[in-house]
């Protein structure tokens, strides 16, 4: 079992910038590859980044590439996500996910553990 706990979520004006962390529970949290994902008002949860469950590998959807950055630290068992040059269209409610591979967090159905979510709100 794995529980999820996102903080660091608020208002930043367009260009600004945010660090989501996430903190979690569970002794098999090292075995997880984890995620971010976001939901809009009235779309659906989609995808952000991904990281490997040593940290070593990193994966981002195209619209935030260059500008967001995910990490790990598995020693205190958090993910971060570093979101710089922060757009309008960023915001969202932004969700860390847990899943056994970074192949399954592309899926929202293949995620195995979700955050309660933290709101990000970027004004122009």
């Known amino acids: 079992q794995v529980q999820l706990v996102e903080s660091g979520g608020g208002l930043v004006q367009a260009g600004g910038s945010l660090r989501l962390s996430c903190a979690a529970s569970g002794r098999t949290f090292n075995n997880y590859a984890m995620g971010w994902f976001r939901q809009a008002p009235g779309k659906e949860r989609e995808w952000v980044a991904a990281?490997?469950?040593?940290?070593?590998?990193?994966f981002y959807t195209g619209s935030v590439r260059g500008r967001f950055t995910i990490s790990k630290d598995n020693a205190k068992n958090m993910v971060y996500l570093q979101m710089n040059s922060l757009k309008p269209e960023d915001t969202a409610v932004y969700y860390c996910a847990a899943a056994p591979s970074v192949s399954a967090l592309r899926s929202v159905g293949a995620v195995n553990y979700w955050g309660q979510g933290t709101q990000v709100t970027v004004s122009s």
């Open positions: 990281i490997s469950y040593t940290g070593s590998s990193t």
